[in-house]
């Protein structure tokens, strides 16, 4: 059964860090490209960050671009995304989210989420 | 980039009724890369196609899909309790991906 948990919300003031784990389970993660979404509060999906399965490209959306990083370690299975200089409009549930494949960009299991809130 | 525009916004309807969702691009699809996805109160959203027409694993067959460039639907044919959600569409066809607003389906 594919699992994929995230780990590393909360609540961080304007301009501060913080660093979402996701540990994924059930699959072959270095055969698949992985992504983060977002949801803010009572609002629609928003695509974050995706990472190839060797971790050699990256994307991200103009509004994290030079902010956020994603990373992966596939020896643990695990996927990053470290979150700087965060804004208020960054409160969201971040979701963590296998491809359908290498690079597809379409979303076939997503973690049940974590929470970042940015207030001061 | 491509805005797609979810219709309506809200859809009032009773248990055993035909839902029909409409997914419309600011610009054609390319290669008819379209995504639907269900999201349950509480829960994280769950893929039911993709390609436009492709029904992911599990997904019952009361529910279809179908269209192309920038005209896409999503019909159920008869709510079950368990559909009464928000459902989105997204492409994957060119960058930057984006979803559409979302489609309440809510009881009647």
């Known amino acids: 059964e594919v699992q994929l948990v995230e780990s590393g919300g909360g609540l961080v003031q304007p301009g501060g860090s913080l660093q979402l784990s996701c540990s994924a389970s059930g699959f072959t993660f270095s055969s698949f490209a992985m992504h983060w979404v977002r949801q803010a509060p009572g609002k629609g999906l928003e695509y974050v960050s995706g990472i190839i399965p060797s971790g050699g490209s990256r994307y991200y959306a103009d509004s994290v671009k030079g902010r956020f990083i994603i990373s992966r370690d596939n020896f643990k299975n695990t996927l990053y995304l470290q979150m700087s200089s965060l804004r208020p409009e960054d409160t969201a549930v971040y979701y963590c989210?296998?491809?359908f494949g290498t690079g597809w960009y379409f979303f076939d299991f997503w973690g049940q989420g974590a929470l970042v809130t940015v207030s001061s | 980039e491509i805005v797609l525009t979810q219709s309506p916004g809200t859809l009032s309807l009773s248990p055993g009724e035909r839902a029909t969702l409409s997914c419309r691009a600011s610009?054609?699809?390319?290669?008819?890369?379209l995504a639907w996805y269900q999201q349950n109160l509480g829960q994280a959203p769950r893929l039911l196609f993709y390609?436009?027409?492709r029904r992911a694993t599990g997904i019952p067959d009361r529910f279809s899909a179908s269209g192309s460039g920038t005209d896409f639907t999503l019909i159920i044919s008869r709510l079950e309790p368990e559909d009464f959600a928000v459902f989105y569409c997204?492409?994957?066809?060119?960058?930057?991906?984006?979803f559409g607003q979302g489609t309440r389906v809510e009881i009647k």
């Open positions: 610009q054609s699809v390319s290669s008819d890369y």
């Open positions: 989210v296998r491809d």
């Open positions: 997204q492409q994957y066809g060119r960058s930057p991906w984006t």
């Open positions: 390609a436009a027409s």
